[in-house]
C-alpha cells in the first residue's frame, strides 16, 4: 500500500508506504530494483528546470537466514539521493548514491540528510558501520520509440586496491542497454 506521490509545493511532491522502488532504466537495474521485497519507504523528488532530485529512505529487513537476531530479522536503513539532468531533450545523465545501514540501536538522525554523499563521507572516515554505493546513468534518446542507456555502480570501492580486481573491496557492474518502444504498433 502506498500514498501519494502528494504535491507539496509546484515541483516538490512526497510518497509514503509499503511497497516497491525503481531507479535507473531497462528492465532490471543494479542501482535500486523493483525485484527485492516490498518494505516501508518515504520518497521525496524536487524538479527544478533540468535537474530532478530524489530522496529515498527504506526501512528494511535483512532476509538472510544468518541475519537473524533474538529470533527476528535484522533491520536495515537505507538513505538514498539520486541526481538527474536533462542536459538536451534527448540526453539525460545521472548522479546516485546509497548508504546502508544496520544499527542494532535504532536508526540514526544523520539518516534522514538529504544532502548528497554526506552518507559515503561518514562511511569514509568510519562513523559508521554499513555500505555505500554510488552510481552514474545516462540515457540517449534516439527516437520516439528507440532509447539507449547504461548504468556504472561501484560497491565498497577502494582506490588503493584497484590494480588487484579480485579484492572483495572492489566491486562494480556495468550495464548497457536498449528500449524499443510500442514494437508492434
Known amino acids: ?18 511497497g516497491k522502488n525503481f531507479i535507473g532504466d531497462g528492465y532490471r537495474s543494479f542501482l535500486l530494483s523493483d525485484v527485492a521485497a516490498p518494505s516501508l519507504f518515504l520518497k521525496a523528488k524536487a ?31 537505507i538513505a538514498i539521493h539520486y541526481l538527474s539532468i536533462n542536459v538536451t531533450d534527448r540526453l539525460n545523465l545521472g548522479l ?22 554526506y552518507r559515503s563521507v561518514e562511511f569514509n572516515r568510519g562513523e559508521d558501520a554499513g555500505n555505500a554505493m554510488v552510481g552514474l546513468t ?9 532509447s539507449l ?3 556504472l555502480a561501484i ?10 580486481l579480485g579484492d572483495w573491496r572492489n566491486k562494480f557492474a556495468l550495464q548497457l542497454g536498449g528500449k524499443y518502444f510500442n514494437a508492434f504498433d
Open 1 to 18: 500500500m502506498q500514498f501519494g506521490p502528494v504535491p507539496l509545493f509546484e515541483n516538490i511532491s512526497a510518497q509514503f508506504g509499503h
Open 47 to 77: 524538479n527544478l528546470w533540468k535537474f530532478q532530485y530524489t530522496n529515498l529512505w527504506i526501512w528494511g529487513r535483512d532476509l538472510r537466514p544468518n541475519a537473524v537476531i533474538n529470533g527476528e530479522h535484522a533491520r536495515k536503513y
Open 96 to 117: 546516485f548514491e546509497t548508504a546502508i545501514s544496520a544499527s542494532e540501536n535504532g536508526i540514526d538522525a544523520n539518516f534522514f540528510d538529504p544532502l548528497m554523499f
Open 138 to 146: 545516462a540515457k540517449y534518446k534516439v527516437s520516439d520509440r528507440v
Open 149 to 151: 542507456y547504461s548504468q
Open 155 to 164: 560497491d565498497e570501492f577502494s582506490a588503493g586496491n584497484l590494480g588487484d
